[in-house]
């Protein structure tokens, strides 16, 4: 599924927070760039994912990141894995590699307050690290799924997701993502990973997911 106005929205919003950076450390600096790149990026992150895979692909064979092949392509991600193990140890954040692929799961308790997409303050230097590796690895593709428990209804619970993993990829474009590697999606209440019936286990299934794929030859 495709959410392109939820996207917009999202990017536009974050407009005038992107004329600012803001570090770990507090310290605020002025972003000269100005919001006219960021609206250029919102834009480029809806034409990434029109035409799925293939639009992907193309975007960043235009910006000049290779495809990988052979053997080059686990050691990419077994690089890529370490260095998201290292930087995201104590965050919260559960790092799982399957095959050459890694998912990041980011807790719903730690990313946003209770019923909200506005990623948590304390959050900001999670976000940092993780937009640093992947700008240090851009051969990669970038999921960002939405999730949510099951309490409240589907179509609500459907529409927070989405809101959620919109305000992720956001938080990513403005600290320095190539937008054109971002697929968003919400998945509401659909893939819980654990029971709906404890309490552990809706907090588990309130996430996001961040799933990084390799720009492989085709």
């Given at each position: 599924?495709?959410?392109?106005?939820?996207?917009?929205?999202?990017?536009?919003?974050?407009?005038?927070?992107?004329?600012?950076?803001?570090?770990?450390?507090?310290?605020?600096?002025?972003?000269?760039?100005?919001?006219?790149?960021?609206?250029?990026?919102?834009?480029?992150?809806?034409?990434?994912?029109?035409?799925?895979?293939?639009?992907?692909?193309?975007?960043?064979?235009?910006?000049?990141?290779?495809?990988?092949?052979?053997?080059?392509?686990?050691?990419?991600?077994?690089?890529?894995?370490?260095?998201?193990?290292?930087?995201?140890?104590?965050?919260?954040?559960?790092?799982?590699?399957?095959?050459?692929?890694?998912?990041?799961?980011?807790?719903?308790?730690?990313?946003?307050?209770?019923?909200?997409?506005?990623?948590?303050?304390?959050?900001?230097?999670?976000?940092?690290?993780?937009?640093?590796?992947?700008?240090?690895?851009?051969?990669?593709?970038?999921?960002?799924?939405?999730?949510?428990?099951?309490?409240?209804?589907?179509?609500?619970?459907q529409t927070l997701s989405e809101r959620r993993a919109s305000s992720v990829a956001s938080a990513l474009i403005q600290r320095g993502v190539l937008s054109d590697r971002l697929y968003v999606a919400g998945m509401g209440e659909t893939m819980p990973i654990a029971?709906?019936?404890?309490?552990?286990?809706?907090?588990?299934?309130?996430?996001?997911?961040?799933?990084?794929?390799?720009?492989?030859?085709?």
């Open positions: 599924m495709m959410f392109r106005s939820i996207l917009a929205g999202a990017m536009a919003l974050g407009l005038a927070a992107a004329c600012t950076t803001t570090d770990q450390y507090g310290n605020v600096t002025q972003n000269r760039t100005g919001t006219g790149v960021l609206a250029g990026a919102a834009a480029g992150a809806l034409l990434g994912t029109l035409a799925g895979g293939d639009d992907r692909r193309n975007a960043l064979i235009g910006a000049g990141v290779g495809a990988l092949a052979g053997g080059a392509v686990g050691n990419y991600m077994d690089r890529q894995e370490r260095e998201f193990r290292e930087r995201l140890r104590e965050s919260g954040v559960t790092v799982r590699r399957v095959g050459n692929e890694l998912v990041l799961i980011m807790p719903g308790n730690l990313t946003f307050p209770t019923d909200s997409a506005q990623i948590q303050p304390r959050f900001g230097p999670v976000l940092n690290d993780v937009a640093d590796v992947l700008q240090t690895y851009p051969a990669t593709y970038v999921d960002i799924i939405g999730h949510t428990d099951s309490v409240g209804s589907a179509e609500y619970n029971s709906n019936e404890t309490d552990e286990g809706r907090a588990a299934n309130r996430r996001v997911e961040i799933r990084i794929a390799p720009h492989t030859q085709s």
